[in-house]
């Protein structure tokens, strides 16, 4: 198997290094978040062992960030955060497993071969293209006909919500829930707020329209410009 551990503490590292090749893996070691993220999202491996505190960029954001991407390897916490609230957040982030340090190799081990044992992982995706729009997922960069567009955390969120949903129809509702996260109508103009101001961002100074309101439904992104 191909694992990436990210692990910061060098003793600790090594550690897993040695024991999984001796077992006849192949293993990438990053000692810090964001180093693990970029090798995550740009190779594909059967497993990770991600530590939850990290330099840089925590385990629990490397995780949300690669699950967002659609990368479904399989995650193994190793942390020495062993609190009911810490495994569940862990496994609510992501994670598919979850072992608190100090640990015996052994059992480390039969965890990584038994989420290795399960389907294999869907395709990653991590750039999403509609017309000359083009969503880097990991990068956090939007671009359109190759000038870069800057967007609020929020407004990406709303971007990709769209951009999956290419040429359907979205409702407010469908924005509050998968966007907001709410399941109410808080009767204010955010929805159309943020869409409006998405508009101008992507649509503005470009011939063709991307964004369109259907009156009395909501919205629909044109896969084709």
């Given at each position: 198997m191909k694992i990436l551990v990210i692990e910061d503490d060098n003793e600790t590292g090594a550690y897993l290094r040695r024991g999984l090749e001796e077992h006849g893996h192949v293993v990438d070691l990053a000692a810090n978040g964001r180093d693990g993220l970029f090798l995550a999202a740009a190779e594909a491996y059967d497993v990770?062992?991600?530590d939850r505190m990290l330099p840089g960029l925590d385990g629990l954001g490397v995780v949300k960030t690669v699950r967002g991407a659609g990368v479904r390897t399989p995650v193994l916490f190793l942390t020495t955060l062993g609190g009911v609230g810490d495994r569940v957040e862990g496994l609510e982030a992501g994670g598919d497993d979850y072992l608190v340090k100090p640990f015996a190799f052994?059992?480390?081990l039969a965890r990584v071969n038994a989420l290795a044992r399960r389907p294999p992982m869907a395709q990653i995706e991590t750039v999403l293209k509609i017309a000359d729009l083009e969503m880097d997922l990991i990068g956090r960069k939007v671009r359109r006909a190759g000038r870069e567009i800057d967007l609020q955390?929020?407004?990406f969120?709303?971007?990709e919500y769209l951009i999956r949903n290419a040429d359907r129809v979205v409702t407010r509702t469908m924005l509050l829930e998968n966007v907001w996260e709410f399941h109410f109508d808080p009767k204010t103009n955010i929805v159309e707020t943020h869409v409006s101001r998405l508009r101008s961002k992507v649509d503005k100074g470009f011939e063709a329209e991307l964004i369109e309101t259907v009156r009395g439904s909501g919205y629909r992104?044109?896969?084709a410009a």
């Open positions: 990770m062992i991600v052994a059992e480390l955390p929020r407004e969120r709303l971007l992104l044109r896969a």
